[in-house]
């Protein structure tokens, strides 16, 4: 009940393409939606997050939708460009309780290539 | 600016070495996560700390260990017992009551040689 499916493993698309990455958690739980880009050899750095009480948010061309009823939420990345070929990685925690939150569950990562 | 640092980016041990990987943060962030990642995988947790002097063990914390005397510290040692050390170590941190997102080092691969 703690997983987060994360799909597809690898997807390529041309640039201005509009790839868009889908995970689905079964925790109803979950209240905290965030998604992270790792280029190689670095970290990864958190680009979009979304909570539940909204089912859109956009940040410059990054867009995470969410279906609450469904228990999915997915990315998209309009006018897609080279310089974001990485891995992006969904994720997902629980408010704990008082004042404490969660450790993030991590989906299993995409690995995104966009051509020129 | 404030950030995690992680020492050294790059790290070789010798078979039956124990190593230690340092992570420090001046973000005043309560928690703090280790994760491993081979290549081409996801993020797997080995240890966290929601509070000093006490941490948890993650999915795959056999072979390791850690210590958090201080909130801005949390290293990571990799023990001979780890049978696969080879990998890229990656430290986290958190704030626990603004529920927000994971703040990540830039990361040290480890190479058992």
């Known amino acids: 009940q703690q997983q987060v499916k994360q799909s597809p493993q690898s997807l390529i698309v041309q640039k201005g393409g509009i790839p868009i990455i889908n995970c689905a958690y079964e925790n109803t739980a979950f209240d905290y939606f965030p998604w992270y880009q790792q280029f190689p050899g670095k970290g990864p750095a958190l680009l979009i997050a979304?909570?539940?009480?909204?089912s859109e948010k956009k940040e410059g061309r990054f867009t995470i939708s969410f279906n609450k009823s469904a228990k999915q939420f997915s990315l998209h990345i309009m006018d897609s460009q080279p310089g974001d070929s990485a891995t992006y990685f969904c994720a997902a925690s629980a408010y704990a309780g008082g004042t404490s939150y969660g450790k993030l569950t991590f989906g299993q990562g995409t690995i995104l290539t966009v051509h020129p | 600016d404030g950030g995690i640092t992680q020492s050294p980016k790059y790290l070789f041990r010798k078979e039956g070495q124990n190593v230690t990987l340092s992570c420090e943060q001046n973000?005043?962030?309560?928690?703090m996560y280790w994760y491993r990642q081979d290549p081409g995988q996801g993020l797997r947790l080995i240890y966290y700390s929601q509070i000093v002097n006490d941490f948890q063990k993650g999915d795959i914390a056999e072979g390791y260990s850690v210590s958090r005397e201080k909130k801005e510290s949390f290293p990571l040692t990799v023990t001979s017992a780890q049978k696969n050390p080879t990998a890229f170590y990656l430290c986290?941190?958190?704030?626990?009551?603004?529920?927000?997102?994971?703040?990540f080092g830039s990361g040290t691969r480890l190479t058992v040689v």
């Open positions: 986290a941190s958190r704030s626990q009551t603004s529920g927000g997102g994971y703040t």
């Open positions: 979304i909570r539940p009480d909204v």
């Open positions: 973000l005043n962030h309560d928690a």
